[in-house]
Structures are given as structure tokens and as C-alpha cells.
């Protein structure tokens, strides 16, 4: 068996491994390979860089956009809040402006609700002071007319002399004025 083992250890020394190729394939094949690397590099090895660089310039450029319309929002969204803020100012403005001109017109119209009110209240006891006079001229004449007539039954004289019925009547109403101060105190 030993013998069988040599012989084959022998047999496999000289024979060529399968998994290894030849030198003129491995030499072949390199030259082949050498060709096609040129030529990949000559020919699409630029067009590629060429797309890569293309694409490379639009992202820039998208990129470069990109931050412009953000900056410009940026200012838009700025512009929009100062003018929001002033309109807010604005607005607090008037509101006050129109509480003020309220207070001031309620005050006007109190000053001339009162100024109007004096006035009437003043026309009223100016009227309530006429009638007065005028009831108490009516009373006088018509207290006069019964008092005459009152004396006239009580004397039994006619009392037809109007100097001495009006001198009558005053000394009659005096001395019920008199009276009247008299118990009012």
C-alpha cells in the first residue's frame, strides 16, 4: 500500500494541478485585461466622470437654490411678522384712540344731559312759579268776590264800592297770611 501511495504521490507531482492555469493563459489574459482597462479608461471613464460631475453641478445647483428660496422665506417670513406686529400696533392704536374718543363723548353727552336737565328743571319752576301767581291772583279775586259777598250778608249792607271792597279784601287776606306765618312757626 505504501508503494500505491508513492506511485500516486509521483503520478501527481508531474501531472498539472487543474486549478492553476497555464503561463501562456495567465499571460494572455493579462494582456487582454491591460487592453480593455485602457481602453475603459480612455473611452468611458470620462463620460462617466463627465455624468458624475453633471449631476454633482445639479445638486449644487438644487442645493444653492434650495438655500436661496430658503433665505428669501427666511425674509418673508420676517417681513410678515413686522407687518403683523405693526398691524397688532396699529390696531391697539385705534382701539385706544376710540376708548378715548367714547370717554370723551360720553362725557360731552353727560355735561350736556346735565346742562339740559337744568334748563328744563329751570323752565319747570319757572312754570310752576307763573302758576302759582296766576292760581293765587285767581284765588285773591275769586276769595275777594266770597268775601264781599260774605260781609255783604254779615253787615246787610251792599258792599258795591270797589275801593272799599278791595281795601276789605287785602285787609282780610293779610291779616289770613299773617295767621298762616304765625302757625307755621
Known amino acids: 500500500m505504501l508503494s500505491a501511495l508513492l506511485a500516486a504521490a509521483e503520478e501527481e507531482a508531474t501531472s498539472p494541478n487543474p486549478l492553476i492555469p497555464a503561463v501562456y493563459d495567465i499571460i494572455w489574459s493579462a494582456v487582454c485585461f491591460a487592453i480593455i482597462l485602457v481602453f475603459f479608461v480612455w473611452k468611458f471613464l470620462p463620460a462617466i466622470r463627465k455624468t458624475l460631475d453633471a449631476r454633482a453641478e ?4 438644487g442645493i444653492k437654490k434650495a438655500e436661496i428660496a430658503q433665505a428669501e422665506a427666511a425674509a418673508a417670513l ?6 403683523l406686529a405693526e398691524g397688532r400696533a396699529e390696531a391697539a392704536k385705534i382701539r385706544e384712540q376710540a376708548r378715548t374718543d367714547g370717554g370723551k ?20 319752576q319757572a312754570q310752576i312759579e307763573a302758576e302759582r301767581q296766576a292760581a293765587l291772583t285767581s284765588l285773591r279775586a275769586e276769595v275777594g268776590s266770597l268775601a264781599i259777598d260774605l260781609a255783604s250778608g254779615v253787615i246787610g249792607q251792599s258792599l258795591s264800592d270797589d275801593k272799599k271792597a278791595s281795601a276789605l279784601v287785602d285787609q282780610f287776606l293779610s291779616d289770613l297770611e299773617s ?6 312757626k
Open 58 to 61: 445639479a445638486i449644487e445647483g
Open 78 to 83: 420676517a417681513q410678515y411678522q413686522d407687518q
Open 105 to 124: 363723548i360720553i362725557a360731552e353727552l353727560k355735561e350736556q344731559a346735565s346742562v339740559e336737565a337744568a334748563r328744563i328743571t329751570a323752565a319747570a
Open 179 to 184: 295767621d298762616e306765618k304765625a302757625q307755621a
